[in-house]
């Protein structure tokens, strides 16, 4: 009797001891399973905190990229010129950052005049305006050539403005036409005398007073948005003609007491019967 006292007893013992491993087993296998789902969840949030990050980023991005091309919009519309520095060569056109957009200028944009190798405009500071946006395609165009022209067109306005109404001048003929005379004032300046300011006399053609590269002397009767109008007549010595030249000294003769048959017939020698 006291011996199977003793062996339930050691039974029960090892049972507990058994029991006991296997809790604390258990409650290991619990605390790593904890500690790696606590390790997963803190990855998993700095991964969601890292995705929210980078999409605001993008979208922050997104929206900063649209604000420059209105900027860009509104900067063509308004033809601001921009001054930068050619960054880059590429076949058929040069590089010109703006706004931290890549713009494009053609080979044919570049200058007024044609221009045989754009290497020789690499990091060459210039001024241009925007002629292209494109959003969609990204795609930025500039032209240095229209802003050249525009000065020189101001430039060009402003010498003719400078030629005020009543002034007499000297200058050359360039060009005849039908209808009048041009006269180069300076270079780039040109005026039109009309073929009625070029003498007292009436004529068909300009080309019975002057010709291509005679100096004459003109007065500026007008000058109206950008166009100089000038006059000849009366400031310079007026064509001759010679059959009314003869009339008139013959008539001189006449009265003086020449002879009358050789007045008569001096009068009357261009006389057509018919």
């Not at 809790?23 to 998993?44: G, L, P, R």
Request: glycine fraction near 6%; hydrophobic fraction near 40%.
């Amino acid at each position: 009797m006291e011996e199977n006292k003793e062996i339930i007893a050691e039974a029960v013992e090892s049972t507990t001891e058994a029991t006991e491993e296997a809790v604390e087993t258990i409650a290991e296998e619990v605390e790593k399973t904890v500690a790696a789902v606590e390790e997963t969840m803190d990855d998993y949030a700095a991964q969601l905190t890292e995705e929210a990050v980078e999409e605001t980023m993008a979208d922050y991005e997104d929206q900063l990229e649209l604000t420059v091309w209105d900027t860009l919009q509104k900067m063509m519309e308004e033809k601001t010129i921009i001054s930068g520095k050619i960054s880059g060569i590429v076949n058929a056109g040069a590089i010109m950052e703006v706004e931290g957009i890549r713009g494009f200028i053609p080979a044919s944009k570049l200058d007024t005049k044609y221009v045989k190798d754009t290497n020789d405009y690499l990091g060459k500071k210039v001024d241009a305006i925007i002629i292209t946006v494109d959003a969609e395609n990204k795609r930025l165009v500039l032209s240095v050539r229209d802003v050249l022209f525009q000065r020189q067109r101001e430039a060009r306005n402003a010498k003719i403005a400078s030629y005020e109404v009543g002034s007499v001048l000297s200058g050359t003929v360039e060009k005849i036409e039908s209808y009048g005379a041009f006269v180069k004032l300076e270079e780039g300046v040109s005026g039109l005398v009309h073929v009625s300011q070029i003498c007292e006399k009436k004529i068909a053609s300009p080309k019975e007073v002057v010709k291509v590269g005679d100096t004459v002397k003109v007065k500026v009767i007008r000058n109206e948005n950008g166009k100089i109008s000038l006059r000849m007549r009366g400031l310079n010595a007026e064509p001759v003609d010679e059959e009314e030249e003869q009339m008139k000294k013959d008539i001189a003769g006449y009265s003086a007491g020449g002879s009358a048959s050789t007045g008569l017939a001096g009068l009357l020698k261009n006389i057509k019967l018919d």
